[in-house]
């Protein structure tokens, strides 16, 4: 028996020493050839700040499934160091369109409200995600009234700029006639900064 101990010891020690190995599943990088490559820089915790100021909005996740098989996207509020979700859902590769299918859970507490839509790399590297967002009755969007029994849709999207290993600008748009709003009064000019808790995992 006490082969099997020993392979599993070495395995957690592997898993602790925080080595960028195959298998970590909170590594920027894709296995060799993975259509996730050009997505891989947003892996990790970020804290989600209006720019120029200090308050985290939200925080931002993007997780590896096991095998890199997909990646999840999801934020929360972290209150007292206790987790709450505020939205989650996958990213999965579409062979067909060559970019990624993505389908979320926006209303954490009753399940009436999702995200759908794609996200995509730019030529010039950014990504984007366009974004349909799909309410039931009675469900308030933010910045609308309530929805009525037919329910509703509204068209967004999130830009993601890399500058640099720690930092990405995004900002959450919505459609309106005549051009893209932001979702909430600054929402344009928003800053993902990487938190500190990841540095355990590649450094």
């Avoid at 970590?24 to 100021?53: C, E, H, M, R």
């Avoid at 890199?68 to 579409?94: C, D, R």
């Avoid at 748009?173 to 500190?196: K, N, Q, S, V, Y």
């Amino acid at each position: 028996m006490s082969k099997p101990v020993a392979a599993i010891l070495a395995a957690i020690c592997l898993g602790l020493s925080g080595g960028a190995a195959a298998h970590d599943i909170n590594s920027q990088q894709a296995p060799a050839g993975s259509p996730f490559a050009p997505y891989a820089f947003l892996v990790g915790d970020w804290n989600l700040t209006a720019k120029g100021s200090p308050e985290t909005l939200v925080v931002l996740r993007f997780k590896w499934a096991e095998n890199h098989a997909y990646l999840t996207y999801s934020g929360l509020f972290i209150v007292k160091g206790q987790e709450h979700p505020h939205f989650e859902g996958v990213l999965m590769w579409n062979g067909v369109h060559k970019n990624l299918d993505m389908l979320l859970n926006i209303d954490p507490v009753r399940g009436l409200a999702q995200e759908q839509g794609t996200v995509s790399i730019r030529p010039d590297g950014v990504v984007v995600r366009d974004i349909t967002g799909v309410f039931s009755e009675g469900v308030k969007p933010m910045g609308e009234p309530a929805v009525g029994p037919g329910g509703s849709t509204g068209h967004f999207r999130q830009t993601f700029t890399r500058t640099d290993e720690d930092h990405v600008e995004t900002n959450a748009l919505r459609e309106i006639a005549g051009g893209w709003a932001p979702t909430f009064p600054g929402a344009d000019h928003l800053l993902m900064t990487r938190r500190e808790e990841e540095d355990h995992h590649h450094h």
